[in-house]
């Protein structure tokens, strides 16, 4: 059974900075691109950042990039996603994705965490 599990969230003030991790069990971890994506209240899920399997390449949104970076371990089956100059407008729910493609829609990813959430105060 696949699992990913989203932890690192939390309550932090604006300019602030948090670091997400997803633990991934019951698949091969190497196989897999693996992609942060976010959902805030009335909002649509939408694509933060994905990386391919190597670790080599990755890919931001706009809004992400530059502020947040996204990494992964393979020996540990861990992603991270490290945010930094935190915004108020970047609380959401935050959730790890694996797929085969890394590609930026929903649909490019086969397997889901629960997602953690995030919220910066002002």
């Known amino acids: 059974q696949v699992e990913l599990v989203e932890s690192g969230g939390g309550l932090v003030q604006a300019g602030g900075s948090l670091r997400l991790s997803c633990a991934a069990s019951?698949?091969?971890?190497?196989?897999?691109?693996m992609g942060w994506f976010r959902q805030a209240p009335g909002k649509e899920r939408e694509f933060v950042a994905a990386?391919?399997?190597?670790?080599?390449?990755?890919h931001y949104s706009d809004s992400a990039k530059g502020r947040f970076t996204i990494s992964r371990a393979n020996a540990k089956s861990t992603l991270y996603l490290q945010l930094n100059s935190l915004k108020p407008e970047i609380t959401a729910i935050y959730y790890c994705?694996?797929?085969?493609?890394?590609?930026?829609?929903?649909?490019?990813?086969?397997?889901w965490g629960q997602g953690t959430q995030v919220t910066v105060a002002s």
């Open positions: 019951g698949l091969t971890f190497y196989n897999f691109a």
């Open positions: 994705a694996a797929g085969h493609t890394g590609g930026i829609g929903i649909y490019d990813y086969t397997y």
């Open positions: 990386i391919t399997w190597s670790g080599l390449n990755t």
